[in-house]
């Protein structure tokens, strides 16, 4: 049981943030924080198809990870669900069509690790 | 990327970080104060969750979380924001020894230095890189 609640976690974890991240990239850069700009993008966030799919993903992760929490310690359940971030670069390599370059790499590398040494 | 965009970027992380670590720490401090889950009703957990002061805050926090970092979103990537914003760790790990007692070990110190080494190296890179498509 306990693979597949990191599995549930790291998956729709992953898809939650690419999804979310297009829904937020069509928009375009966000400039006006006045009161009326602001609930604008309150608006955007809660009516868009992907972002909203993206947030209702998110939670399937964090209800899984908690899952997750009631059948492992979190010194296990952490470093395991930290490879999302390789995960993650690898996607939006091709879904987001980003540049992933050897610092972008090297850093997702690092705070995936750095995590799972957290909470050793 | 100009100044002000710059500017913005730079306050956007920051409110990032810090509404992570303070909403993890309100909602790690509140889950203390929760009875025992086997001894009270659903119904019972939710009413004192929901009435739980800490916890509140902290939902509250992790909203403004989530808008900001999704705002992120809209001019910077996604392997740029996630790296970039991972000092949350660092700050929840110590926010987590001085408001909950917890401490931290020699490999915590490890992390901490490797997490700060990737914000360091992704941060130099602009914040929205297509390779060199203009758009």
Partial sequence: MKW?????TVLSGAFGDLVSAKGMAVHGEIDDFRPSGLARILRYI??????FVGIVSNAIA??????????SDLSFAVPV???SYILKTICAKWYLGERI???RWAGAFMVAIGIALLSI | ??????LKNRIFIAIVVLTNAAGNVLLALGMKQMPDFDNVSVMGYTASLFTNLWILCGIALLIVWMVAQLSMFTWADLTYVLPVTAGGYIVTAILGKFFLDETISLARWAGIAL??????LVSETPPHDTGGDPS
């Fill in chain 1, 4 to 8: 597949v609640w990191i599995i549930v």
């Fill in chain 2, 115 to 120: 997490i700060s080494f990737g914000v360091i």
């Fill in chain 1, 46 to 51: 809660v009516t868009h198809p992907l972002v």
């Fill in chain 2, 1 to 6: 990327m100009d100044r002000k965009s710059n």
């Fill in chain 1, 81 to 83: 669900t930290a490879s």
């Fill in chain 1, 62 to 71: 964090f209800f899984s990870f908690m899952a997750l929490l009631s059948v």
């Fill in chain 1, 101 to 103: 370059t050897w610092r």
